[in-house]
């Protein structure tokens, strides 16, 4: 699929236009959803549990690709920081903690309904391109910090007041956002991509997962999770 961010990796552009076009992905992704309160209970639901069934399992291996993939101390450090965070602080328990308190736990449906856009993305990172995965884990972060005032209002709609984890990710995820776009402007200079690769394949395949987590579309086929 040819899309709007494929066609940019022509001219390889720096890290500072990179991060300028990953805020404007992330502005018509947040544009493009449904307002929390027109959606019903059962639309309100699918969306945390799907969130969850995505992000809980995942996100800690897409940043140790990322962790594996890079070439420099300085980016190495910076992603360990995140890591370290995320180990630390457990935010896979702070997240299904979110989804318990929201009667959002994701079910085997919620599993199928992104599986197939989620495996390309855990393909795409078992690729181990460093300069990529950096870009979407960027992109992943800078949408993140700002999808959780949405997802806690989807929390709250549901009647929870749990909301360690959208108040936690609101703030952190700002500086780690900033971090990974350090982290890519180190390992940009490095030279070490294909010109002809796609820089923007991760972001390209991680906004469809994230399209499919708030506008899914329904499963007809069986499929093994
Ligand atoms: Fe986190």
New binding site residues.
Partial sequence: MTSATSVETVSRPPAVSMQEHINCVVDELLASFPDPAQLSVEQRHGIIARYTAVLEGN?IYWMTGAYLAIKSDEARAIIIDNLL??VRDC?PG?LRRFALAAQSVPTDKDALAVYEDLSKVRLFVGRLSGVRIVIMMAFFEGFIQRFMAYLAKLAELQGSVEMEYTD??GV??IAHTQGLFRALAVEMELDLVDPAENLFEGVDLLRTLIQTIVHPVPVTRSATV
């Fill in positions: 996100f965070e995320e935010h702070m936690v990710h952190c995820d």
